[in-house]
């Protein structure tokens, strides 16, 4: 799509900004600089005097869950005309993937493998946010998640850090455009800072215990991606990471972040999480916590009001220099000044309606989500469907649901819009009759909060009575049906903050139904809604094709559609490994050879009862074509250390319609100073096949691919070793060569 502003220069030169930035730090009081480190909420659930108050007072240097475009400029205009500083505030909301045009999930975008994609969803999510009147979104969100069971993995780019670093350098780009302050963008946040995807047992919010080493190989590389990408912001996570709260971790904020990765912006709490270092049982009271906080780095504190209430006693009695104070205040003025907000306070109120209203957000969200859709099954090419079917059942009570197709992390007072996959069918197909029964509904066992504040939210549960019709309906339906699409999986509210999940079954009683549908003996498609792997052992043996659709948005319906009826061909690839039962997780491809590898009988079985290998690999997508990999070569048997080598590879389609595939190279280092994973991912692109084209792809391996953190040596090695490498279509992959790497 049309992205003028990516290749633009900024405004600013670094050193006017400074400039500027210095002569408002003169102007300012003690504080008036605390208020510039305090966000508040405007939403009704936050405590406190009114937002109108705080601001006229200079208590807050931005407003969070707020999205109203009339009410920012109300605000906006207490700020620069009555506060004392007169210092323009930042609205910031979580716009997570896209505004009012809503794209696939965050975990569905990753499953594209491809960056581009994944940056024009996001500059579109940028440009009606801003045309909104937002200038700061929290996302992307860069947490590596190997454990499916933790709700929150539907919000990033699954298990691994190269793709994860890729998709997240993407997602920068995508909401800030080519500088920070372009027009019609937004700043970027990286969040949660660092490693709250490893928590315990994948319970949200629990405990998280890393080594140096696996934060540095596995959790921080999305993070450093997006620092490269010139990312504005960081949010610290909530969780204790070793035993320290993240927020108020001067190993990560200080001496990781700012001075060995140079980040240059400002880092928020996450909401609450200043206040809580008390309730942590880390900071002894409320000013403790505000005093540990940002001396740790932490510049912001996301509403639980801990600076406002105690920075200005802190600094006038010694205990934090004013400096400290000063350096916070200097990174949020300066990108108050890159966005242009001094100049341009307001936002126009007409302007969102023109934004929204663009026919290419649409086809973007559609294209988007066509292409993060994985083809888990088709036995007996059971798709594409022909277009001349007549009469088809479609089953499942997610299946007409504008929440569950729009998915997790609604943006804060959304009304959820989106073509269901029934409306996405009856579109397709407008001629056949198209039946619906939705079957039993299925609910979370245990609300959360947020089931009331988010979209996808409560429901009243249908009583078992109720449910048991529900069923038999659905049974009946089909009986009439030519073929059955059945669409199951879970609802929006049962991924995401607060949704971990210690099963990875269907919920409810959808494979109940889905078996006794199966049994009528016609053929049924399952098309599968989620926001996390689930574990569809029984599917993957019995339903002929399986689609694995995510939560794809507001064109998701339109998109099912296109690919089950052959308008465009499935080419996504699983960003995480699927394990066959909750209690395996986590499981994750790039784990370590072990004395005793899982294919030798001495040691093993891992579990007697039940093999853990995994139901769909990493990496893992089926097509309505074939490929064939061919020719690989590295341009060198050997190489030295901090010298790269290319590999490369023939792809060909040998099937008969266009086709993509996900060229994708994994490598194993087979000693050095540690040991390193049986496999990791050091190389893939996407690319588009006419049947019986062949194309070359080429990969590059050097120090960067090659070097690691060593625990032994305790820093960055690279070393002198023999390489295995494969490439293939999925972490499985099986052509194989070698790099033998020399001193
Ligand atoms: C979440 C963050 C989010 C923040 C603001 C928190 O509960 O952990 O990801 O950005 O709320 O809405």
């Given at each position: 799509m049309d992205n003028p502003d990516t290749t633009g220069t900024a405004p600013w030169s670094d050193a006017d900004v400074r400039a500027r930035v210095e002569a408002l730090l003169k102007t300012l009081s003690l504080a008036e600089k605390v208020g510039q480190l305090v966000q508040i909420g405007a939403a009704d659930f936050v405590p406190g005097p009114k937002p109108e108050v705080v601001i006229r007072q200079g208590g807050a240097g931005s407003v969070l869950w707020l999205n109203d475009t009339k009410r920012f400029n109300a605000l906006q205009k207490i700020a620069v005309e009555e506060s004392p500083s007169k210092i323009p505030l930042l609205f910031a909301l979580d716009v997570i993937h896209g505004y009012r045009t809503i794209f696939p999930v965050p975990l569905a975008l990753a499953a594209s493998w491809d960056p581009a994609t994944i940056e024009g969803a996001q500059s579109v999510a940028a440009q009606e946010a801003r045309a909104a009147g937002l200038h700061w979104t929290f996302a992307p969100m860069l947490d590596i998640a190997r454990d499916a069971r933790w709700g929150r993995i539907v919000e990033g780019a699954g298990e691994d850090p190269y793709l994860g670093a890729a998709v997240a350098a993407a997602q920068v780009r995508g909401f800030q455009g080519a500088y920070l302050g372009t027009p019609g963008r937004v700043v970027a946040c990286a969040k949660h800072f660092a490693g709250y995807g490893a928590s315990d047992g994948g319970r949200d919010y629990d405990p998280v215990y890393l080594s140096e080493n696996q934060l540095r190989n596995v959790y921080f590389p999305p993070f450093r991606a997006a620092v490269d990408a010139g990312v504005g912001t960081f949010m610290s996570a909530y969780m204790d990471l070793n035993d320290v709260p993240a927020t108020g971790n001067r190993w990560l904020l200080r001496d990781i972040l700012r001075g060995e990765w140079g980040f240059g912006g400002f880092v928020v709490s996450d909401a609450f999480a200043v206040g809580n270092l008390v309730t942590q049982g880390f900071a002894h009271d409320a000013r403790d916590a505000a005093q540990r906080a940002l001396s740790a780095g932490l510049d912001v504190d996301m509403a639980s009001s801990t600076y406002l209430d105690h920075l200005t006693g802190l600094i006038e009695d010694g205990t934090i220099p004013l400096e400290v104070l000063d350096d916070a205040v200097r990174t949020i003025l300066a990108v108050k000044v890159r966005l242009g907000l001094f100049e341009q306070p307001y936002t126009d109120e007409g302007l969102l309606a023109d934004v929204i209203a663009r026919p290419e957000h649409r086809a973007e969200a559609r294209r988007a989500a066509q292409r993060s859709m994985v083809l888990l099954r088709n036995e007996g090419q059971l798709l594409p469907l022909s277009k001349s079917l007549k009469h088809i059942t479609?089953?499942?009570?997610?299946?007409?649901?504008?929440?569950?197709?729009?998915?997790?992390?609604?943006?804060?007072?959304?009304?959820?819009?989106?073509?269901?996959?029934?409306?996405?069918?009856?579109?397709?197909?407008?001629?056949?009759?198209?039946?619906?029964?939705?079957?039993?509904?299925?609910?979370?066992?245990?609300?959360?909060?947020?089931?009331?504040?988010?979209?996808?939210?409560?429901?009243?549960?249908?009583?078992?009575?109720?449910?048991?019709?529900?069923?038999?309906?659905?049974?009946?339906?089909?009986?009439?049906?030519?073929?059955?699409?059945?669409?199951?999986?879970?609802?929006?509210?049962?991924?995401?903050?607060?949704?971990?999940?210690?099963?990875?079954?269907?919920?409810?009683?959808?494979?109940?139904?889905?078996?006794?549908?199966?049994?009528?003996?016609?053929?049924?498609?399952?098309?599968?809604?989620?926001?996390?792997?689930?574990?569809?052992?029984?599917?993957?043996?019995?339903?002929?094709?399986?689609?694995?659709?995510?939560?794809?948005?507001?064109?998701?319906?339109?998109?099912?559609?296109?690919?089950?009826?052959?308008?465009?061909?499935?080419?996504?690839?699983?960003?995480?490994?699927?394990?066959?039962?909750?209690?395996?997780?986590?499981?994750?491809?790039?784990?370590?050879?072990?004395?005793?590898?899982?294919?030798?009988?001495?040691?093993?079985?891992?579990?007697?009862?039940?093999?853990?290998?995994?139901?769909?690999?990493?990496?893992?997508?089926?097509?309505?074509?074939?490929?064939?990999?061919?020719?690989?070569?590295?341009?060198?048997?050997?190489?030295?250390?901090?010298?790269?080598?290319?590999?490369?590879?023939?792809?060909?389609?040998?099937?008969?319609?266009?086709?993509?595939?996900?060229?994708?190279?994994?490598?194993?280092?087979?000693?050095?100073?540690?040991s390193r994973p049986m496999r990791e991912l050091k190389g893939f692109e996407r690319i588009t096949l006419q049947p019986g084209e062949t194309r070359p792809v080429s990969f590059q391996l050097g120090p960067a691919e090659l070097g690691y953190w060593s625990t032994n040596a305790g820093r960055w090695v690279q070393d002198a070793t023999t390489i295995d490498l494969w490439v293939g279509s999925d972490s499985r992959a099986t052509l194989h060569t070698q790099l033998v790497v020399t001193v």
């Open positions: 479609v089953i499942g009570s997610l299946a007409n649901s504008k929440e569950a197709t729009e998915g997790s992390w609604m943006v804060f007072g959304h009304v959820p819009a989106a073509v269901t996959i029934l409306e996405g069918l009856r579109a397709k197909l407008p001629d056949a009759t198209i039946d619906y029964a939705p079957g039993p509904e299925i609910n979370r066992d245990i609300p959360s909060w947020f089931e009331s504040a988010m979209a996808g939210g409560s429901r009243a549960s249908q009583s078992p009575e109720d449910a048991e019709r529900a069923y038999q309906a659905a049974l009946a339906t089909a009986q009439r049906a030519d073929l059955i699409i059945m669409v199951l999986g879970e609802h929006a509210n049962m991924s995401g903050e607060a949704a971990s999940r210690a099963s990875l079954d269907l919920p409810g009683r959808q494979e109940e139904l889905l078996k006794a549908v199966v049994a009528l003996g016609k053929p049924v498609v399952l098309v599968l809604l989620n926001g996390r792997p689930l574990s569809i052992n029984w599917a993957a043996d019995h339903v002929p094709a399986i689609l694995e659709a995510w939560e794809p948005g507001t064109e998701g319906g339109h998109a099912v559609a296109d690919i089950l009826f052959g308008d465009a061909n499935p080419g996504g690839k699983l960003p995480v490994t699927f394990p066959r039962k909750g209690s395996h997780a986590p499981l994750y491809y790039a784990r370590n050879t072990t004395h005793s590898p899982e294919e030798s009988p001495l040691y093993n079985p891992r579990y007697w009862d039940g093999l853990p290998t995994p139901l769909y690999p990493f990496g893992y997508g089926l097509s309505y074509t074939t490929f064939a990999l061919t020719n690989l070569a590295v341009s060198a048997p050997q190489v030295r250390v901090g010298d790269s080598a290319s590999v490369t590879v023939d792809v060909t389609n040998t099937g008969a319609v266009a086709g993509d595939e996900v060229v994708q190279l994994y490598i194993h280092q087979r000693f050095g100073s540690d």
